[in-house]
Nanobody, 123 residues
Framework: QVQLVESGGGFVEPGGSLRLSCSAS????????MGWYRQAPGKQRELVAS???????DYADSVKGRFTISRDYAEKTVSLQMNSLKPEDTAVYYC?????????????????WGIGTRVTVSS
């Protein structure tokens, strides 16, 4: 199993910045992808950004150029730097980790989530 603990949410005015962090523990060597999702009131949870252990980061179109995801493999953390925040970025942000383990002929895939951290962008 993997445990994820988020921090860094809060209240900010439009145009401001926030940085979210997520610390992973447990079966971290099996993590293949880490990322951030968000869920606004009355809407489905959506991918914000993800970063694989090998490869390039991916972003939702709505945050490209404003948000940056990064991973610190030694510290087992993933962060999301959010700049030029807009009211429509208001949501609960969830850290996500996908793990894969087992022999090549029988691999297991599991997804883990943090409890979420609220981001409110308002004047």
């Amino acid at each position: 199993q993997v445990q994820l603990v988020e921090s860094g949410g809060g209240f900010v005015e439009p145009g401001g910045s926030l940085r979210l962090s997520c610390s992973a523990s447990g079966r971290t060597r099996s993590i293949t992808v880490m990322g951030w999702y968000r869920q606004a009131p009355g809407k489905q949870r959506e991918l914000v950004a993800s970063i694989p252990s090998h490869g390039f980061a991916d972003y939702a179109d709505s945050v490209k150029g404003r948000f940056t995801i990064s991973r610190d493999y030694a510290e087992k953390t993933v962060s999301l730097q959010m700049n030029s925040l807009k009211p429509e970025d208001t949501a609960v942000y969830y850290c996500h980790a996908h793990i894969q383990y087992g022999p090549v002929e029988r691999q297991y895939d599991e997804d883990y989530w943090g409890i979420g951290t609220r981001v409110t962008v308002s004047s």
